[in-house]
């Protein structure tokens, strides 16, 4: 087989792992509204889901990226996969609010902790490093036909039953179902053996996690992560907008989430093909791209609830299209940093506990807004918030920028 060939099935292979395996966590991003009546549950209550798997994930993620820097990540992958796949049989059997918070808990040890930091530092070491916005842009293209894949399976399983809270089981049991298959394929599929280090002065020690720790680059790359994490993963909120202030039906909001949520992840190849050969740097495009976002999500506030339908649906798909051509090439600044590879699971680690921080609070804040405040008055809140965050995130991409630009540090072996 050909080194192109096994390098795009390899990336091929994790993409079907990291779709399937995500589906349960971000279940609410597809299934927002039937979630919460299966479960019997608030608007806040859903979002604490979220916050607990969070928690789960900010302690596990240093000592699961120092593991992948010693670990062949194709084992560590499948069983991942495996144990979600039973965490799913497992939630769809009671739907019961209690169960659901140790199920949010256990989902972060097998989706956050090895598996997390192993996905990304494969995807890196599968490619070269002048082609680092392509590899992480045809990764997610390739996650995007699995969630697209395992979202719409789902759907059509929902909507085959009688009732939201019938159909929505059905939905965790055929998620479950599809992310054991990733499994099996990743166990076939993923073969490199450049994903191993060979020499010993490749390999990862304890003693260098101080010295990843003292540099100020993977700092303010989390922070840019942070940014742009939060506002990729909240544009979920415009699924219940449309239900609730647009008076689309769950069944037509879901399949617009599919869309937005899974189907643009078509586009991250688009936006690692930006980030290379256009902007030459993924922290240029980062900063121009989240400008944009910023000032659409801004400009909701200039429609309210006067927009019709179709165009907040359009509307909705734009900045979701956006997103995800941002949200793909994110993680390939570690690249662009000058970040050994050596370190890329444990650099990984530290910037993901900065980065995916928004869902530790971010559904919980804007929930208890829609509880207190209703949709009118806090749908505006929300996406004035998020529109912040996407510009905050676009200036400290310039900072990262002139950063390197002056000082020209970079974050090489030892």
């Known amino acids: ?15 079907l792992a990291g779709g399937a395996s995500y589906f349960l966590p971000y279940i609410k991003y597809s299934f927002y509204d039937a979630q919460i009546a299966a479960m019997g549950i608030t608007h806040a209550q859903s979002g604490l889901l ?14 699961g990226g120092i593991l992948a820097d010693k670990l062949h990540p194709r084992w560590t992958i499948v069983i991942s996969c495996a144990v979600t796949g039973l965490l799913s049989f497992l939630y769809a059997m009671t739907m019961s609010y209690t169960l659901g918070i140790i199920i949010w808990l256990l989902l ?60 929505f089981k059905a939905a965790v049991n055929a998620g479950g179902v599809i992310v054991i298959v990733a499994a099996v394929l990743v166990a076939i599929l993923l073969r490199d053996g450049k994903l191993t280090a060979s020499a010993e002065e490749d390999k ?7 010295y990843i720790l003292r540099k100020p680059v993977i700092w303010i790359i989390s922070i840019v ?29 879901a399949l617009v989430a599919v869309f937005r949520s899974y189907g643009f992840l078509l586009l991250a190849p688009v936006g690692g093909l930006i980030a290379d050969k256009l902007f030459k740097n993924t922290a240029k495009w980062l900063a121009f791209i989240l400008t944009v976002i910023g000032i659409l999500f801004l400009g909701m506030l200039l429609f309210g609830q006067s ?27 570690m690249s662009g ?32 807004w829609l509880d207190r405040y209703g949709g009118a008055t806090g749908y505006p809140m929300i996406f004035s918030f998020l529109g912040v965050t996407a510009i905050l995130g676009a200036i400290l991409a310039v ?12 974050l090489e072996e030892v």
């Open 399 to 410: 900072v990262v920028l002139k950063l390197n630009k002056r000082s020209g540090e970079k």
């Open 204 to 210: 990862f020690h304890f003693s260098d996690l101080g």
């Open 337 to 368: 940093a000058g970040i050994a590879r050596k370190f890329t699971g444990t650099a990984i680690g530290i910037a993901s506990i900065v980065g995916y921080l928004p869902d530790s609070f971010y559904s919980a804040m804007f929930g208890t």
């Open 108 to 167: 972060s040890f097998s989706t956050a902790f090895v598996f997390w930091s192993a996905l990304m530092k494969a995807i890196r070491m599968v490619g070269e490093e002048k082609e680092q916005g392509l590899m992480y842009g045809f990764y997610y293209a390739c996650n995007g036909l699995s969630g697209a894949a395992t979202a719409a399976i789902a759907l059509a399983v929902f909507n085959s039953r009688g009732n939201d809270i019938d159909g």
């Open 1 to 15: 087989m050909s080194p192109t060939l096994r390098k795009y099935l390899s990336l091929f292979a994790l993409g």
């Open 225 to 253: 992560i942070f940014c742009g994490y939060g506002v990729y993963s909240c544009s979920s909120y415009f699924t219940p907008y449309l239900s609730e202030v647009c008076g689309l039906n769950t069944s037509e909001t």
């Open 50 to 63: 979220l916050t607990v798997y969070t928690i789960g994930n900010i302690i596990l993620y240093i000592p």
């Open 307 to 333: 927009a019709n339908a179709s165009f907040s649906i359009f509307y909705s798909l734009l900045i979701g299209a956006l997103c995800m051509m941002m949200y793909g090439t994110i993680f390939s600044m």
